[in-house]
C-alpha cells in the first residue's frame, strides 16, 4: 500500500517504501485542458525539493511540475509522453509522469493529505 | 440545406494545396534558355529533383486570389483587436514605397548614389524624435520585440559602462510576453510588479521593489488595460532615484502621439511600431519595423548603423570605430527596415503634426465611445476615461455558459473580427478593444449594436448558438489540440 | 484630413455620450506638465499629391539598381520579379490582416504559410520549416542560440566566409547571454580549419554555402565531425536561387539551414525588409524559434490549420519563451511563395542554372582583365575578385561612369588592410551580355 500526498502546486507522490510515483492532480489537468505535450525527466536525475523537473503543456498553455519532494528520478512514464491525453483522462493512475528514489522522507511531512488537499483546492474557487 | 456537390458554396471555394496541382512540366515564368558553359559548381550539383510543383500563371493567380477570400483585412472588416491598432492602410504608401528609386536600391551602393535614401531615413529619424521629444533614436530593430531587445541591451551596456551590475528588470504583470522574453535574452531577471484596483501599477509595491540590482523598469503607457498610468512621473522619479532607466514599451503609442511627448514623461528608451503607429500595413504579420528613440544618457550605446549628416551629405556609419560611440553592435542585417520607413514617412508626411494629434485623439474618443455605450452590456474593467483602448473581462457571462471565446467567434458570424482575447492576463476573461481612428462613428454603431445584442442573447440562455459560431466562415472552429499532439507542418507526397 | 472618418459633429454627439466636455477632457490621466497644447513643430498635413512629389524627388536623388548595369550581392540580390506577385500580394485581404490568431477567418493566411514551410523545407533539403524569422542575420543568432538549448553547451564558432553582417549580428545579439561567439578571420581564399576546432564544447558551427566570397563547399565532412562531437551543424544560404542548382545543405548533414530569402519575390529595398528562412530537423521541433503553421480539421472534419507549438512562444512561455519573436515576415514569406510557386521545379532549376551561366560567363570576362585574380573557384552566380586597385576606390569611380559594380569587401572589414582590393561580383538573369561588355570595358579603364 502506498500513502498519498499532495503540493500546492497540485502535484501528487504516492509514496511506498522508499520511492515515491509523482504525477499532477486531477485539478491541475482539469485547469490546463487537453494536453499535447510532456517533457519528461532523464532516469538517473537528481532534483531537490520544489525544484522543476517536468513540463506539462497544453495548446495556450505551459506549466512546470515541480517535484514535491527531492531525491532521484528511477523511472519515467513513457506512456504518458507518447499519449498526453492519458494524464487528462487518468491523472492520479495510469498518467503519473515519473518514480523516485526519496531523498529525505522528513521533507513528507510538509505535505498535505487529500482531505488537505481538497480543503486547499476548494479555497481557490 | 442540400450540400453542393464540388464542396464549394458559392463564393467560399474549397483550394487544395499548390502541391495538389502539380502539373508536371508547367510553369508560371517563361525564362530564357541558359547558355551553354562548363559550370563551376566543383562537384556540388544538386542530386534529383526538388519536388516542387509545375504550375502556369492563371494557376497561381487563382490559387492565391481564393486563399485571399479565406482572409479579413482591415480593408473588409471593422478589426478592433486590442493592443494591434488595426488602422486603415493607406495605398499612397505603397505606391511610393515601389518607386524604383527607392525599392530599386541595393544597401551597399556608393554612398553617393543612395543620398535621397539616405535622407529619408534620417527625415523619418527626425519625425520621430520630434513627436516623442527625444534626443536620439535606433533605426535598425525591425518590430516590436525586436525594439525591446535594442533598448535593454543599450541598458545592459550603459549599465556596466557605469561600473555597476545590475540584473534584475521590473516588469508589470500586465505586460506583453515580449517585454519579459526580451529582458530573458538580455540575460536579465524579470520581477513582476502587481497592479492597484484601478488598473495601473501599484507605485508603493513598485518602491519596494527598487534596489542596486534593477536595471530598469519596463512599463507600457498608456498600459495595456487601455489607462494611462496618471502616476507616471512619480514612478520615472522612483526607478531614476534608484539609478535605474525607464523603459517605456510604445505598442499602445498611438493613443498620445502630438498630445504627449514621452521625453517629458522621464522614458529613457522607447520603441515605436510603425506598424501599428504609423499605418504600415501588418501584412498577416510582418514586416513591421520597432525604431527606438533613446535618451542621451543610453544613446552612445545605439546599435549600427546610424545616418549623419555633414557638409559632404548624408552617410552611415557602419563601424564602432567610425562612431566614436560604444555600440551595442549591430543586431540587424543592413540598414533596417528601409521599405517600412518609406511607408511610415509617407504617413506622417500625410497627417503632418495638426493630423497626427487629431488621430490620436480621435483613436481616444472612439475607444471611449466604446466603454460609454458598452458598459450597461458589457462589464467595464476599469472605470475610464480609457485611451485608444477599452477593456472589458467576462462578468457580463457569468452563468451564461457563453464564454469570451464563444463571444468573440460569434461576432465572427456578424461580419467583425473579434477584439483581443484574454489579454491583458490582469482581468478574467479579457475583451481588449481597440477601434483606431480610422473607423467611422456609422461602423462604432452598428458594432454596439451587435454586441449589445449578442450579451443579451448570452444572458438570455442562449448559448448554444455561441458554441456552434461561427458557421458562415471557410472553416469553423479547427481543433488545436490535434494539430498540438501530431503536428504536420509540411506537405508530404502521397505514399505511392 | 482623408483618413479620418469622424466629422465635427460625430465628435460633438460622441463626447455627449460619454459625457465629457471636450477631447481634451478624455486626456485627464496625463499628468498637466507632460500634456501639449499645440501641435509639435512638424509640417502640418498634406495631399497625396504633395506627399508624393516630395518622395519622386527623394527617389530621383538614388540610382535605382535597373537604370544601370548593376553587379551588387553580398546577400541581397536583385532578380527579376513577376507582375503576378506583386498584384498579389497587394490584395487588401493578405495586406491589411493580423497575425492569423482567428483561424477560421485567416485560413488564407495559414495555408500559404503552410505552403512556405513546405517550399522552405523542400529547397534546403531539411524536414520541417517555421514561418520566417526578420532576415538571415537575425535567423544565425536564433539558430546559435537554438544550438545551445539542444546540446546544453555555450560555444558558437563562426566562419569566416559566413556574412560579416550574419557574424556581427550573431555576436551583438548574444552578448549578453552565457553563450561564447567565436568568430574566425575572414577567409577570401577558403583556408580556414573549421574541422580542427571543433570539440565537445561546441554547440554549433555556423558556416555558408555558398560562402561570403563565392566559394561553394561540400560540407559533408564538416557535419560528420560535427556530429562525432554532438556538436550541430548550422549552414546560412544568402542567396536562395542557388538552392535551385546547387546540392542543398539537408544533403550534407546540416542540422538547421538559415536563409535570406529576399531574393526570390522581394525587391532589394535598400536592404529591408529581409525574410528569414528556417529550417531543421524533426527532433529539434520543440527548441525552434518563430511561428509554426500546422494542419488540422475544423468541427465538420474539414482540412485546416492553424498556429500551433505555441507554448514555445513568448505569449505563453513569456521569459523561458524560445525566442522573443512575436512576428514573422508574413507578406515577405508570401511574396518569397508566390514567386517559388510560379517558378515550379523547372523554372527554379532554370533560373539558377541562368544565373550560374551568366556569373560564369562575368567572371571569365573580367578574370582576362589585367591584374585581376578570380579567387573561389567554384562559385554560385557571385565571385569575390583580387583588383590591382583599393577596390572601393575603383567601384566609385565605376560609378561615376553609371555602372554599379559590385561590394568593395572593405565596407565590412575596414581594418584588414588585405581586403582592401577584394571586390564582390554577382551576375543574375536580369545581367546581360551588354552590361557584362560595358562592366569589363569600364573596369578595364579604371584599372589603367
Not at chain 2, 88 to 107: F, Q, S, T, V, W
Not at chain 2, 386 to 403: I, N, Q, T, Y
Request: glycine share 10%; hydrophobic share 45%.
Amino acid at each position: 500500500m502506498s500513502i498519498v500526498y499532495f503540493t500546492k502546486d497540485h502535484e501528487w507522490i504516492a509514496v511506498s517504501g522508499d520511492e515515491g510515483v509523482v504525477g499532477i492532480t486531477d485539478h491541475a489537468q482539469h485547469a490546463l485542458g487537453d494536453l499535447v505535450f510532456v517533457e519528461l525527466p532523464e532516469p538517473g536525475r537528481t532534483v531537490a525539493q520544489g525544484g522543476e523537473i517536468a513540463v506539462v503543456e497544453s495548446v495556450k498553455a505551459a506549466s512546470d511540475v515541480y517535484s514535491p519532494v527531492s531525491g532521484e528520478v528511477v523511472a519515467v512514464n513513457q506512456a504518458a509522453a507518447d499519449q498526453p491525453g492519458l494524464i487528462n483522462e487518468q491523472p492520479e493512475s495510469g498518467g503519473w509522469l515519473y518514480r523516485l528514489r526519496l531523498g529525505n522522507a522528513a521533507e513528507l511531512a510538509g505535505l498535505m493529505d487529500r482531505a488537505a488537499y481538497d480543503a486547499f483546492v476548494q479555497g481557490l474557487e | 440545406m442540400i450540400p453542393t456537390l464540388s464542396g464549394n458554396q458559392g463564393l467560399q471555394i474549397e483550394e487544395p494545396l499548390i502541391f495538389e496541382q502539380d502539373s508536371p512540366g508547367a510553369c508560371g515564368v517563361d525564362l530564357p534558355d541558359a547558355p551553354a558553359i562548363d559550370d563551376r559548381l566543383g562537384g556540388l550539383a544538386r542530386q534529383g529533383p526538388i519536388g516542387l510543383p509545375g504550375l502556369a500563371e492563371p494557376t497561381v493567380v487563382r490559387h492565391y486570389t481564393r486563399l485571399s477570400q479565406k482572409n479579413v483585412g482591415i480593408d473588409s472588416v471593422f478589426y478592433p483587436l486590442g493592443s494591434c491598432t488595426m488602422k486603415h492602410n493607406p495605398r499612397l504608401n505603397e505606391k511610393l514605397a515601389r518607386l524604383p528609386g527607392l525599392a530599386d536600391i541595393h544597401p551597399f551602393q556608393p554612398q553617393g548614389t543612395v543620398q535621397g535614401a539616405l535622407e529619408l531615413m534620417d527625415t523619418c529619424a527626425h519625425w520621430l524624435k520630434t513627436l516623442t521629444g527625444m534626443p536620439a533614436i535606433a533605426m535598425s530593430p525591425a518590430a516590436g520585440a525586436h525594439g525591446e531587445f535594442c533598448g535593454l541591451m543599450t541598458i545592459r551596456a550603459a549599465v556596466a559602462a557605469r561600473g555597476e551590475t545590475r540584473t534584475r528588470i521590473l516588469v508589470p504583470e500586465s505586460a506583453h510576453g515580449t517585454n519579459p522574453a526580451s529582458a530573458a535574452a538580455c540575460g536579465f531577471t524579470v520581477d513582476p510588479i502587481p497592479a492597484t484596483a484601478r488598473g495601473r501599477v501599484d507605485l508603493a509595491a513598485l518602491k519596494a521593489k527598487l534596489g542596486p540590482d534593477v536595471a530598469a523598469l519596463m512599463l507600457t503607457n498608456p498600459n495595456t488595460c487601455g489607462l494611462f498610468e496618471d502616476e507616471i512621473l512619480e514612478i520615472a522619479e522612483a526607478i531614476h532615484g534608484a539609478g535605474g532607466y525607464f523603459y517605456c514599451d510604445g505598442a499602445n503609442y498611438n493613443a498620445i502621439v502630438g498630445r504627449v511627448r514621452v521625453a517629458d514623461l522621464g522614458v529613457d528608451v522607447m520603441h515605436i511600431n510603425l506598424h501599428k503607429t504609423f499605418s504600415t500595413p501588418h501584412g498577416g504579420g510582418g514586416p513591421g519595423a520597432g525604431p527606438t528613440v533613446l535618451s542621451a544618457a543610453l544613446a552612445p550605446f545605439a546599435p549600427l548603423p546610424a545616418v549623419v549628416h555633414d557638409d559632404q551629405g548624408f552617410r552611415l556609419i557602419e563601424h564602432a570605430a567610425q562612431s566614436g560611440a560604444m555600440p551595442v553592435g549591430r543586431i540587424k542585417g543592413y540598414h533596417g527596415q528601409f521599405g517600412v520607413f518609406v511607408r511610415a514617412l509617407a504617413y506622417m508626411m500625410s497627417m503632418g503634426a495638426d493630423g497626427l494629434r487629431q488621430a490620436s485623439s480621435d483613436a481616444v474618443l472612439n475607444a471611449n465611445y466604446l466603454l460609454a455605450e458598452l458598459s450597461s452590456d458589457l462589464s467595464a474593467s476599469f472605470e475610464g476615461p480609457c485611451m485608444h483602448e477599452a477593456l472589458f473581462d467576462d462578468r457580463f457571462l457569468k452563468d451564461s455558459g457563453v464564454s469570451t471565446l464563444d463571444f468573440a467567434k460569434a461576432l465572427i458570424d456578424e461580419g467583425f473580427h473579434p477584439m483581443t482575447m484574454y489579454f491583458p492576463l490582469v482581468v478574467h476573461g479579457a475583451l481588449l478593444m481597440e477601434p483606431t481612428e480610422t473607423e467611422s462613428k456609422d461602423t462604432l454603431d452598428r458594432f454596439i449594436a451587435t454586441v449589445r445584442g449578442l450579451a443579451r442573447r448570452a444572458q438570455d440562455g442562449g448559448a448554444e448558438s455561441f458554441k456552434a459560431a461561427p458557421v458562415f466562415t471557410p472553416r469553423r472552429r479547427l481543433d488545436e489540440t490535434t494539430a498540438a499532439r501530431t503536428p504536420v507542418l509540411r506537405w508530404k507526397p502521397p505514399a505511392s | 484630413m482623408r483618413y479620418l472618418p469622424l466629422t465635427g459633429a460625430d465628435r460633438q454627439a460622441m463626447l455627449a455620450a460619454i459625457g465629457a466636455s471636450s477631447a481634451d477632457d478624455l486626456f485627464r490621466d496625463v499628468p498637466v506638465a507632460a500634456r501639449r497644447d499645440a501641435p509639435v513643430d512638424l509640417p502640418f498635413h498634406a495631399g497625396e499629391m504633395e506627399v508624393e512629389a516630395r518622395f519622386a524627388a527623394l527617389a530621383a536623388r538614388n540610382m535605382a539598381a535597373g537604370s544601370v548595369p548593376f553587379f551588387l550581392g553580398a546577400g541581397a540580390y536583385r532578380h527579376h520579379v513577376p507582375a503576378t506577385v506583386d498584384a498579389l500580394i497587394q490584395r487588401g485581404e493578405f495586406l491589411t490582416s493580423y497575425t492569423p490568431y482567428q483561424p477560421e477567418v485567416s485560413q488564407g493566411t495559414l495555408q500559404y504559410l503552410f505552403e512556405f514551410q513546405t517550399q522552405v523545407a523542400l529547397i534546403t533539403g531539411m524536414e520541417v520549416a517555421n514561418a520566417s524569422l526578420y532576415d538571415a542575420a537575425t535567423a544565425c543568432a536564433e539558430a546559435a542560440a537554438m544550438a545551445a538549448r539542444v546540446t546544453r553547451r555555450k560555444k558558437v564558432l563562426l566562419s569566416g566566409d559566413l556574412h560579416p553582417h550574419y557574424r556581427s549580428v550573431a555576436a551583438s545579439t548574444l552578448q549578453f547571454t552565457d553563450i561564447a561567439v567565436e568568430a574566425l578571420d575572414p577567409d577570401p581564399l577558403g583556408l580556414e580549419d573549421l574541422l580542427g576546432r571543433v570539440d565537445s564544447q561546441t554547440a554549433c558551427v555556423i558556416v555558408q554555402n555558398p560562402g561570403f566570397f563565392g566559394r561553394l563547399k561540400d560540407l559533408t565532412a564538416l557535419a560528420e565531425e560535427c556530429h562525432a562531437v554532438g556538436a550541430l551543424l548550422v549552414v546560412a544560404v544568402a542567396e536562395p536561387v542557388s538552392l535551385g542548382l546547387v546540392a542543398p545543405p539537408g544533403a550534407m548533414g546540416a542540422d538547421i539551414v538559415v536563409a535570406e530569402g529576399q531574393a526570390l519575390g522581394n525587391a532589394l529595398n535598400f536592404g529591408g525588409p529581409g525574410l528569414g528562412l528556417f529550417a531543421t530537423r524533426e527532433k529539434y521541433l520543440r527548441q525552434m524559434p518563430g511561428r509554426l503553421v500546422g494542419q488540422t480539421v475544423d468541427a465538420d472534419g474539414r482540412r485546416g490549420w492553424v498556429l500551433t507549438l505555441s507554448t514555445r512562444e513568448q505569449h505563453i512561455r513569456r521569459e523561458k519563451a524560445t525566442s522573443n519573436i512575436c512576428t514573422n515576415s508574413g507578406l515577405c514569406a508570401l511574396a518569397f511563395s508566390i514567386h517559388l510557386s510560379l517558378l515550379g521545379e523547372e523554372g527554379f532549376t532554370g533560373l539558377a542554372r541562368l544565373n550560374h551561366a551568366r556569373a560564369v560567363t562575368l567572371a571569365d570576362k573580367l578574370a582576362r582583365l589585367p591584374g585581376v585574380k578570380l579567387l573561389p573557384q567554384s562559385f554560385f552566380n557571385e565571385f569575390a575578385l583580387l583588383l590591382p586597385k583599393d577596390a572601393a576606390q575603383v567601384v566609385d569611380a565605376l560609378a561615376a561612369k553609371h555602372i554599379l559594380g559590385g561590394v568593395p569587401v572593405s565596407r565590412f572589414y575596414p581594418s584588414y588592410p588585405e581586403l582592401a582590393e577584394v571586390l564582390l561580383v554577382t551576375a543574375t538573369e536580369t545581367t546581360s551580355e551588354a552590361d557584362m561588355d560595358a562592366f569589363a570595358a569600364a573596369l578595364r579603364e579604371v584599372l589603367q
